[in-house]
């Protein structure tokens, strides 16, 4: 049976991301994956999915998603808050 991480975050709570490619930048938790450990962070860590084209759509796209990073991560901004 696998343990569920307890996370030192909450929806809501100002964070700032303290390793990674997005180091040093602040936004707020929208969601927390606690089997996985991670959180999805407002305007932090954008991923790409290309899209083909199909029957519906004549010209491919490509879309611009917040992917979730890990709580270990990120740091409580209390300044912010």
Avoid: C, W
Avoid at 14 to 41: A, M, P
Wanted: proline letters at 2%; a positive charge.
């Amino acid at each position: 049976m696998k343990k569920v991480q307890k996370i030192h975050v909450k929806i809501g709570d100002n964070v700032k991301v303290i390793s990674g490619f997005d180091k040093n930048k602040t936004g707020e938790v929208i969601k927390i994956y606690r089997k996985t450990g991670k959180i999805l962070v407002k305007g932090i860590n954008f991923k790409f999915k290309h899209i083909k084209p199909n029957n519906e759509n004549d010209v491919g796209e490509i879309k611009q998603f917040e992917a979730p990073i890990h709580h270990s991560n990120v740091k409580l901004n209390l300044k912010e808050s």
